[in-house]
């Protein structure tokens, strides 16, 4: 091969290679036409390598639900200032990427949703003091946070599909006063467990004690004086039929029944 024909050859290697652009797994392109309008319009380009003139170019987006993270600074309800550590999981409109193209563009994330994210989560976390914030409205605040971010980008060609506040920092002695109170809130929860069953406790012992009340004044009730003489006949009488026992009999009782001085066997 002479230095001419490698010349051409390498010339062709360069023109190939500058004319077509790949597009990975998860993504979507939109072609750019430099002399002929500009974005296609219309046309969304799936995945693979795509072949264009070499004044021609795409621009890739990712369409894959992505994640950002953010830090975001916010005042509660009472002035203090809250640290809140967040995730944010969005992704382009497939079917809408030439509309964001020549709207926003590539960097969408921070010329909209970012700025948006920041301006709702300041807004709603002014209505909320910093003990909610930081346990029992967390999951509400998120869910604010994410349907207000949605209605504002509903024109943005932007899916955000989820906000999650992963960590709340607040000042050390908001945070010391918050863990008081906490443990002050447990404590009660615990005292009236205690006075509940102590209670309930009580309450038993009432009910067994009516119970055996009620069953002695039955047996007193049906306790006669024949009654009782005809038991201690009938005792008397298996005693006296007893081949181990020998009985001593001596007058009688006030009830009429012999004395039983002793046995022996």
């Not at 979507?28 to 995945?47: D, N």
């Not at 993270?69 to 916010?74: D, Q, R």
């Not at 009236?192 to 039955?218: M, N, S, Y």
């Amino acid at each position: 091969m002479n230095k001419r024909n490698f010349l051409v050859l390498a010339l062709l290697s360069l023109l190939l290679v500058g004319c077509g652009t790949r597009i990975p797994s998860g993504h979507h392109g939109v072609k750019y036409m430099q002399f002929r309008g500009g974005t296609v319009m219309g046309k969304i380009h799936g995945e693979g390598f795509k072949w264009h003139l070499p004044w021609n170019s795409f621009f890739v987006y990712k369409t894959q639900t992505d994640e950002r993270l953010e830090n975001l600074h916010v005042l509660s309800s009472d002035g203090a200032s809250i640290g809140l550590e967040t995730s944010v999981w969005f992704r382009p409109y497939v079917e809408k990427l030439d509309s964001l193209q020549i709207t926003v563009g590539p960097a969408y994330y921070d010329v909209v949703i970012g700025p948006v994210l920041r301006g709702e989560a300041r807004s709603i976390a002014g209505n909320y003091k910093p003990d909610e914030i930081y346990s029992t409205k967390r999951e509400i605040i998120s869910s604010e946070i994410l349907e207000a971010v949605r209605a504002v980008l509903k024109e943005k060609f932007v899916d955000v599909e989820n906000v999650i506040i992963r960590n709340v920092v607040l000042p050390p002695k908001i945070t010391e006063a918050i863990n008081e109170k906490l443990a002050a809130d447990q404590e009660q929860l615990r005292m009236k467990f205690v006075l509940l069953r102590e209670t309930q406790e009580a309450e038993r012992k009432r009910i067994e004690a009516r119970g055996i009340h009620d069953f002695q004044r039955i047996v007193t009730q049906g306790l006669t004086q024949n009654l009782l003489l005809w038991k201690g006949i009938e005792a008397t009488e298996k005693l006296a039929q007893s081949p181990n026992t020998k009985i001593v009999v001596i007058g009688s009782s006030k009830s009429g029944l012999p004395l039983i001085l002793g046995g022996e066997k």
